[in-house]
């Protein structure tokens, strides 16, 4: 990592690491693929642009197995709802999942109960709140839907970022260090984008959260509690 930042620094190198990143992240992508199609069934799922990529299903689905995760929160509904919900499923645990969007939310929950997944996952309708100062789910109603719970693993992958807002999922940190167990694994998707990396940056700075970048090999940054050992998940 620290001679790629270095590449990075000087623009003709730049140019060529961003070309050979996204080769590499292409390759991880059609395998991942290939292995996690065996959850999969006949039933499709809309996979856009926007949603999680193969390799982070992968990293997410091995963090579960390895490391025997069984309280979940995901901010972002989705093709990643349906993968955890079936891993849970058959390891057992609780699953919470928080979607701004309502008819996105109905439409997930509209596969989950056909695959018969529904009693697994709690499905959570948090607005945003659009202020002067922030951007986030609604904290009132998230709080009052989430209580005191807490997580061993939490999946940040919403809300959508866009170049006026790159920060925008930056509150997470904030709601989820007390609602972490002493050993946890935070999953910061789309770490690739300048924003998210500036994400990481704060959390480990403001939170004292160790933090590994899983970049070209999967999409997602990952933070754990310093001193905690826990399996390599790649």
Not at 49 to 73: A, F, G, K, W, Y
């Amino acid at each position: 990592m620290i001679i790629r930042n270095t590449i990075r620094k000087i623009p003709i190198l730049s140019k060529w690491l961003r070309v050979h990143e996204f080769a590499e992240f292409r390759r991880n992508e059609i395998l991942s693929l290939i292995h996690i199609s065996k959850l999969l069934n006949a039933n499709y799922f809309p996979w856009t642009n926007s949603s999680i990529s193969p390799t982070s299903i992968r990293l997410i689905i091995n963090e579960i197995i390895i490391n025997q995760r069984r309280e979940v929160i995901e901010f972002g509904a989705g093709i990643s709802t349906l993968h955890i919900a079936r891993i849970l499923k058959d390891k057992g645990g609780s699953f919470i999942s928080v979607e701004q969007d309502r008819q996105w939310m109905d439409l997930v929950a509209s596969y989950l109960k056909h695959e018969g997944l529904d009693e697994v996952v709690t499905q959570v309708h948090v607005p945003i709140e659009d202020t002067l100062t922030d951007n986030w789910y609604s904290l009132g109603k998230l709080e009052e839907s989430v209580g005191s719970k807490k997580f061993d693993l939490a999946l940040v992958d919403a809300p959508v970022s866009c170049l006026a807002r790159p920060d925008v999922r930056t509150p997470a940190g904030e709601f989820l260090k007390t609602r972490l167990m002493e050993d946890f694994a935070v999953l910061l998707d789309d770490i690739d984008r300048e924003g998210e990396q500036n994400i990481a940056k704060e959390w480990c700075s403001e939170l004292n959260w160790h933090y590994r970048n899983y970049w070209p090999q999967a999409s997602v940054g990952v933070f754990r509690p310093k001193g905690k050992v826990s399996f390599a998940v790649i």
